[in-house]
């Protein structure tokens, strides 16, 4: 099973707004409604952001969305902010014979 | 509050085993279906196995299949990992993770992870 695929990088100034993309198969991300998302600032553990493509943990800020089409999912992160500023993976199901892959991360900068 | 520490990582030989343990506490363990994820040093994050909560359904990643074994005490609320022929491209931190009820790879809690390094 590949890892899903995302962009290396991403930035953006504080304020705006970015969009970190998690393009897989139609046997994971396009099969199921079962996209994960985690934020993971250096030295740390991961933090789970997103779940089930666009639900939000109690806790998570209202900045960040997600969403899926066809076989990509997608992070959005509005209003950026200084703290943002970390590595973000995409998790996806695929299944019984191969449970889950993540993404290869996005290290988002912000400017 | 949901806690999962993590302990038994350290430095071993090429075809050497390690046994890691994943300590539970502040929800009901046996309630839970548990996973190991890792991260090599500088790089992405791996699942590498997965066990329900009655320790009757487990998973594991191509990559550890045959090497690695999960498996789970409720009565002591702990998770372990029994790794086996270790290879370097093993080395890597090794994180416990609770799976979110009812949302398969859905992992809501992590351990602070323990660091495996597989080296002569």
């Known amino acids: 099973q590949s890892a899903l695929t995302q962009p290396a990088s991403v930035s953006g100034s504080p304020g705006q707004s970015i969009t970190i993309s998690c393009t897989g198969t139609?046997?994971?991300?396009?099969?199921?409604?079962?996209v994960s998302w985690y934020q993971q600032h250096p030295g740390k553990a991961p933090k789970l952001m997103i779940y089930e493509v666009s639900k939000r943990p109690s806790g998570v800020s209202n900045r960040f969305s997600g969403s899926k089409s066809g076989n990509t999912a997608s992070l959005t992160i509005s209003g950026l902010q200084a703290e943002d500023e970390a590595g973000y993976y995409c998790c996806s199901y695929a299944g019984v014979s191969t449970l889950g892959v993540f993404g290869g991360g996005t290290k988002l900068t912000v400017l | 509050q949901v806690q999962l520490v993590e302990s038994g990582g350290g430095l071993v030989k090429p075809g050497g085993s390690l046994r890691l343990s994943c300590a539970a506490s502040?929800?009901?363990?046996?309630?839970?279906?548990m996973s190991w994820i890792r991260q090599a040093p500088g790089k992405g994050l791996e699942w590498v196995s997965y066990i329900s909560s009655s320790g009757s359904t487990i998973y594991y990643a191509d990559s550890v299949k045959g090497r690695f074994t999960i498996s789970r005490d409720n009565a002591k609320n702990s998770l372990y990992l029994q790794m086996n022929s270790l290879r370097a491209e093993d080395t890597a931190v090794y994180y416990c993770a609770r799976d979110k009820g009812g949302s398969y790879m859905t992992f809501d809690y992590w351990g602070q992870g323990t660091l495996v390094t597989v080296s002569s």
């Open positions: 502040g929800f009901t363990f046996s309630d839970y279906y």
């Open positions: 139609s046997s994971d991300v396009g099969s199921y409604n079962l």
